[in-house]
C-alpha cells in the first residue's frame, strides 16, 4: 500500500535580521536612506506577523522592498508570509528574488523545491532539490524529498539512493531520526521488501513509539506478511494517538477482513470514509469487501471509487469487475 510521506521544509521562522547600515555602507548616501525608510516597513511588518495579522504584514514587506528592491531578509519574510496565507505561487516568486541576490542559500532552493513539487511542477522541484544539493552534498532534507519526488515518479532506485544517503548522514551525525528510517521503510515495503521495511519502521518507533503514521507503517508490514492480529495491535496504537487518522482506520478494516470478522471491517472502512470523504481508496476495499456476497453493492462502491475525479491506480481492474459483477445480477 503507498503511504505519503511528508516532506522536510525549512523551518517557517521569520527573519529578524535587520539590515544595518554596516551592511549598506557601500550603497552611499542615498541608498542608505532608502534602506533606513525601507527598514521602518520592515520591522511593522514583522510586529504584524507578531499580532497574527499577515495581509498586513505583506504589504508592508512589499513596501520595504519598493524602497529598497536589494532587501533580502525582506523577500523572505514576504515569502514565508506568502506560504502561511496558501499563496505557494507568491512564495515562489518571492523566494526567486531571494535567490537572485543570494543564489548559495540551500536552504531556500530546498524550499523552493517543496512549493514547486506541490503545487504539480515535478521538473523544477527537482531541479530545485539538485541546486539545494550541489550547494550541499550533505544537505538531509534535501536528500530526503529528492527521494520522495523520485518515488513518486516511480523512480525506485533513484529514491533509495536519496533516501539511504539521508539515513546514512542522520547516523554519522549521531541522530537517531525516526522520518529518515521510516521515508526508507516505507519504500522498502513498496518494493516488497518486507523484513528491512520492519526493521527500519521498528528504528522508526524505537525513536518515538508515539508518531501514528510509524505505529500505521508497522500494521501494513504485519498486514502484508497475513499476521492481521499482530497488525491490529499496530493499528489501534496510530489510532490511539491519532483518533482521526483515517489511514489507520482503513488498515484496521483489512486485517479484520483477513480475520473474516466482517462486522468490524465494515465499521472500520466506513469510519476512514467519516474522517476522510475523500479517501477514496476505500471504496475500492469496499467494492471488494462485497464482491463475494453482494455484487450491487460492490458495484455501487466500485463506480464511486473510479468516479472520485482522481487518478485511481486500479481503473482498469475495476472496470473489468464492474461488468463481471453486472452479469452474476438477475434482471
Request: charged share 30%; aromatic share 10%; hydrophobic share 35%.
Amino acid at each position: 500500500m503507498k503511504r505519503a510521506i511528508e516532506r522536510f521544509l525549512i523551518v517557517i521562522a521569520l527573519a529578524t535580521v535587520l539590515l544595518t547600515p554596516a551592511r549598506a555602507a557601500d550603497g552611499g548616501a542615498q541608498e542608505n536612506g532608502a534602506i533606513a525608510e525601507a527598514t521602518k516597513y520592515f520591522e511593522r511588518a514583522n510586529k504584524f506577523v507578531e499580532a497574527g495579522s499577515l495581509p498586513r504584514a505583506k504589504l508592508e514587506y512589499a513596501k520595504a522592498i519598493k524602497l529598497y528592491p536589494k532587501y533580502l531578509d525582506a523577500f523572505y519574510n514576504l515569502g514565508v508570509v506568502c506560504e502561511k496565507l496558501g499563496e505557494k505561487g507568491g512564495a515562489i516568486d518571492q523566494y526567486k528574488h531571494y535567490l537572485e541576490i543570494k543564489p548559495d542559500d540551500a536552504d531556500v532552493w530546498n524550499q523552493m523545491g517543496v512549493l514547486y513539487d506541490e503545487t504539480g511542477s515535478k521538473k523544477e522541484g527537482r531541479n530545485a532539490y539538485e541546486k539545494a544539493l550541489a550547494i550541499n552534498p550533505k544537505y538531509g532534507r534535501a536528500h530526503h524529498n529528492l527521494g520522495v519526488l523520485l518515488k513518486e515518479e516511480g523512480d525506485l532506485k533513484g529514491a533509495e539512493q536519496q533516501l539511504a544517503t539521508f539515513v546514512k548522514l542522520e547516523d554519522e551525525a549521531g541522530r537517531q531520526n525516526g522520518d529518515a528510517y521510516y521515508s526508507l521503510g516505507i519504500l522498502y515495503l513498496q518494493e516488497s521488501r518486507d523484513k528491512e521495511a520492519k526493521l527500519l519502521l521498528q528504528k522508526a518507533i524505537d525513536t518515538d513509539p508515539s508518531i501514528p503514521h510509524y505505529n500505521n507503517a508497522m500494521g501494513d508490514t504485519y498486514l502484508v506478511e497475513k499476521r492481521p492480529d499482530e497488525s491490529i495491535v499496530y493499528y489501534k496504537k496510530a489510532i490511539e494517538k491519532d483518533p482521526k487518522y483515517a489511514l489507520a482506520y482503513s488498515g484496521l478494516g483489512d486485517a479484520y477482513a483477513q480475520l473474516k470478522e466482517r462486522d468490524k471491517a465494515l465499521t472500520s472502512y466506513r469510519k476512514a470514509l467519516e474522517l476522510r470523504p475523500d479517501y477514496t481508496l476505500v471504496y475500492y476495499k469496499l467494492g471488494l469487501f462485497y464482491e463475494d456476497n453482494n455484487p450491487a453493492e460492490a458495484i455501487k462502491n466500485f463506480e464511486k471509487y473510479l468516479q472520485s475525479g482522481r487518478t485511481v491506480e486500479y481503473r482498469d481492474e475495476v472496470a473489468a469487475k464492474i461488468e463481471a459483477l453486472k452479469l452474476t445480477i438477475k434482471p
